[in-house]
């Protein structure tokens, strides 16, 4: 690997890695030693090509969420089963590895910029902005660099567009998976919530079960399926579906409708 070379988004590699080095180094505690990150699938992981991969999941927290996908996938890739022991699996880290980010959340500060540069796409949100909500037309110039990543490697995504539980998928991703045809890998990911602040850049509370769950690809027809069976497929794989609501225990969902009131004037 030349020392200047760049990724198709202009990011010189060589600076791409030592980021993802150090700031694998500094969080890998949070999921190894102040928090127990319990991992399913990883075999999934080392099974996929090198291109045209789309993960879809729920989201819990700004950054902790994607931060333990790159940890996760780059141990698997390096033989791991299912564990993140030894961070030295990010001395040579996958560097086409994306994921997608609202435009403003990366912009808010000096550190959401050093977490763009690791592989950020960032897109403006159509239906909010600024904690108001909106409604715009899509920017081109974002599914454009949607399609980049995916011809270049691996693209993480959110289809919620939102932390907050049971909240419809954005039909944007299915639009995406229909016209770039992606091996669609969902993952289920809990205990994010609990472990850490809104943003995922504190630890809020030590000693939580955080778990991930990588899996297999979905059964897509890409030619045939309607834009709203897609939608319905991701909210029943990330388990977002609101059917989910009715096996949830009453406990976890009165914790979680206090989690929302506490938040409500954030968004």
């Known amino acids: ?7 198709p988004f202009g990011h010189i590699l060589f600076i791409k890695t030592w ?11 949070r999921y190894r030693s102040f928090n127990n990150l319990q991992i399913d699938g990883s075999e999934i992981i080392r099974s996929l090509p090198d291109r045209n991969v789309l993960f879809i ?5 700004y ?9 996760v996938f780059n141990a698997a890739l390096k033989g791991r089963e299912d564990n993140i022991k030894n961070v030295m699996y990010l001395w040579k880290p996958k560097l086409n590895m994306y994921y997608v980010a609202a435009k403003e959340t990366m912009q808010e500060g000096l550190l959401p910029r050093i977490l763009a540069y690791v592989g950020a796409i960032t897109v403006e949100r159509t239906w909010r902005a600024e904690g108001k909500d909106i409604k715009r037309e899509v920017n081109p110039n974002d599914t454009e660099n949607i399609k980049i990543a995916l011809e ?6 959110f289809p919620q567009g939102t932390t907050r539980s049971f909240k419809p998928v954005r039909k944007g991703t299915a639009h995406i998976i229909k ?3 992606p091996i669609v890998v969902p993952i289920v990911i809990d205990g994010f919530r609990r472990s850490f602040d809104r943003k995922g850049l504190f630890v809020k509370k030590k000693g939580i079960l955080q778990s991930m769950e990588i899996k297999p690809p979905l059964e897509i027809d890409y030619e045939n399926d309607s834009v709203e069976k897609i939608v319905e497929q991701i909210e029943f794989a990330i388990e977002q579906h609101s059917s989910f609501l009715k096996v949830i225990p009453q406990e976890i969902l009165e914790e979680e409708l206090k989690l929302n009131r506490e938040r409500q004037w954030k968004y």
């Not at 690997?1 to 990724?7: C, I, S, T």
């Open 1 to 7: 690997m030349g020392l200047f070379k760049r990724n």
């Open 19 to 29: 980021l993802i080095r150090i700031l694998g180094l500094i969080t890998h505690s």
């Open 57 to 61: 999941s729920n989201h819990q927290t």
């Open 63 to 71: 950054f902790a969420d994607v931060t333990a996908m790159f940890h």
């Open 152 to 157: 270049d490697g691996w693209v993480i995504t």
């Open 179 to 181: 016209q770039h045809k």
